[in-house]
């Protein structure tokens, strides 16, 4: 995890930690501030007053996620309808894994894999070999 918090926006990053040293006691809280980690972390590619499911689907739109990260948005939308109606609290613990989750695969596909890709492109340059 540490590699992936070493690439992304400070705030975010602060944002993330937050959230999860509350997993285990406070799950509504934590799925609170994972929200909040998630704008922050999409916020450099624009959706400013976008819902997180519909910033999603924009950077999906625009080639910045892939099209299957729908589905996890697809899955914390049940988890919402389901759990206000029938279990709180399971809901919320759900919500809060289903968004850690995302966060990570967002962290992954907008600034780990960019700032891999260029490590590359420079180790690649340095040996003299181009793609």
């Given at each position: 995890m540490?590699?992936i918090?070493s690439?992304?926006p400070?705030?975010?990053?602060r944002?993330?930690?937050?959230?999860?040293?509350?997993?285990?006691?406070?799950?509504d809280l934590?799925?609170?501030?994972l929200?909040?980690?998630l704008?922050?972390?999409?916020?450099?590619?624009g959706g400013?007053?976008?819902s997180?499911a519909?910033k999603?689907?924009?950077?999906?739109a625009?080639?910045h996620?892939?099209?299957?990260?729908q589905?996890a948005?697809e899955?914390?939308k049940?988890v919402?309808n389901?759990?206000?109606?029938?279990?709180p609290?399971?809901?919320?613990?759900a919500?809060a894994w289903?968004l850690?989750?995302l966060?990570?695969?967002?962290?992954e596909?907008?600034?780990v894999?960019p700032?891999k890709?260029?490590k590359?492109?420079s180790?690649?340059?340095?040996?003299?070999?181009?793609?």
């Amino acid at each position: 995890m540490a590699e992936i918090l070493s690439v992304l926006p400070t705030e975010a990053a602060r944002a993330y930690l937050a959230a999860r040293s509350l997993m285990e006691q406070h799950p509504d809280l934590a799925a609170e501030r994972l929200r909040k980690a998630l704008d922050l972390l999409c916020l450099k590619f624009g959706g400013k007053d976008l819902s997180l499911a519909d910033k999603i689907r924009d950077l999906s739109a625009r080639g910045h996620l892939p099209a299957q990260l729908q589905e996890a948005v697809e899955a914390l939308k049940i988890v919402d309808n389901v759990g206000t109606r029938e279990s709180p609290a399971k809901a919320a613990s759900a919500e809060a894994w289903i968004l850690d989750s995302l966060f990570k695969l967002l962290a992954e596909y907008l600034y780990v894999l960019p700032a891999k890709t260029l490590k590359m492109r420079s180790v690649a340059g340095e040996s003299g070999r181009t793609f």
